[in-house]
């Protein structure tokens, strides 16, 4: 089945609705601007229920369906956007300085909204569908928020579905596969104290940029010779801040990165060897070394049964051949994965395009995969209140 002739027609009123969006950048949980649009759309779209302030600054719309009582099933979108500086050019560019959407989220809640209109004119399932606009997914672990607001229960979602733009897909192409589709994640800051003095005489101090790049050095040999290879690990250093001068030795050091893992166990591995690794190279230079190691979103672990139903619902839009059933795990994070601890479910990547990259400051989402996401929403939505 190919796109909905209504998802077709929505798509220059979504597309401006998504332009407006990305035109206000909102930040985390700050994303009172967005809110209230979402909450202004699903009022003039005659929801039965929509309720602000879930997980903070979260929405919550309830369609219930004309073919009687059933299940509940909700769908997920993010709304925030994150600290960069755009430089597309668009008319419908950032108008806050620093601001942007540089992932699409713009982009996700305005094909929700869209599908929530579709799905509050038809309600043509049995049951209720919740859609669900979550706030803070880029670092702040908005979607944690929402579940431990008692969103699952108080809504009565019995199933959760998520989906996110992915460039370099092509449009009109999914892609997905059951169990690990994204990475848990960890953070690290490690400070180093050595003694400072004179760069001429490296002799009378204990050099704590000598002792990081040890570290660096020596994180890497915990991916490549600690850690079973069939398995995924990454540890990046990402930040190394030390010294003032060009003649000083400086006092103290410090570097910080993220762990990224499919398996929770390799994290617990990746985390004992670091501290090893960091009393080792302490004991060696005479230096202090501090470790904080911070676990961060866990693994987006799709549930079997639902990926495969997604990827019936994903294949009956796009047609055969348009939708990866077992696509490369990708490392980065997300934090739909609370919303998959708390109920069983999927997350689906939907092709963005030959466009810049995720978190790229001329990444701009298009607007033609808009009439693909509504299609998806709502069969998915109709189809799984039918089972």
């Given amino acids: 089945m190919p796109i909905l002739n209504r998802a077709a027609e929505l798509q220059e009123e979504v597309a401006g609705w998504r332009r407006e969006l990305h035109t206000m950048p909102e930040l985390l949980y700050d994303v009172h601007q967005t809110a209230a649009f979402v909450e202004k759309k699903l009022k003039e779209f005659g929801l039965d229920e929509v309720v602000p302030g879930i997980g903070r600054t979260g929405v919550v719309g309830i369609i219930r369906g004309k073919k009687g009582d059933g299940a509940t099933v909700g769908l997920r ?78 809504f009565g979602i019995e199933r959760v579905y998520g989906m996110h733009n992915m460039p370099g897909l092509p ?84 570097i910080a990165g993220t762990v990224r893992m499919l398996d929770p166990d390799m994290g617990k591995l990746a985390e004992k060897r670091m501290k090893e690794v960091c009393d080792g190279i302490a004991a060696a230079h005479g230096a202090k070394i501090d470790m904080k190691f911070d676990w961060n979103y866990p693994v987006t672990k799709n549930n079997a049964d639902e990926t495969v139903f997604a990827i019936d619902i994903a294949s009956d839009i796009a047609g055969a051949g348009k939708v990866n059933p077992s696509t490369p795990p990708v490392m980065g994070g997300e934090d739909f994965s609370y919303m998959l601890e708390a109920r069983p479910g999927a997350f689906v990547f939907i092709g963005n395009g030959d466009t810049a990259g995720l978190h790229h400051p001329a990444y701009d989402f298009n ?12 069969k998915l939505a109709e189809t799984s209140l039918a089972r």
């Fill in 77 to 154: 979108a993010d709304m925030d956007a994150l600290p960069l500086t755009e430089i597309t050019g668009k008319p419908w560019a950032s108008k806050t300085p620093g601001k942007m959407h540089a992932c699409g989220h713009d982009g996700h809640t305005a094909m929700l909204l869209g599908a929530a209109k579709y799905l509050s004119e038809t309600r043509n399932f049995a049951g209720t569908v919740a859609v669900i606009f979550q706030p803070a997914e880029e670092g702040g672990a908005g979607g944690l928020a929402m579940v431990n607001d008692g969103m699952m229960d108080r």
């Fill in 171 to 254: 449009v009109g192409e999914f892609a997905t596969r059951p169990g690990a589709l994204m990475a848990g994640t960890a953070e690290f800051t490690i400070n180093i104290e050595g003694r400072g003095g004179h760069a001429a005489q490296p002799n009378r101090t204990i050099d704590p940029i000598v002792v990081g790049t040890a570290l660096v050095q020596a994180f890497q040999s915990i991916v490549s010779r600690s850690a079973d290879p069939i398995e995924s690990l990454v540890i990046s250093v990402t930040k190394f801040h030390a010294g003032d001068a060009y003649n000083v030795i400086p006092q103290t050091a410090e």
């Fill in 367 to 378: 607007d033609e995969v808009i009439p693909h996401g509504i299609s998806y929403w709502v």
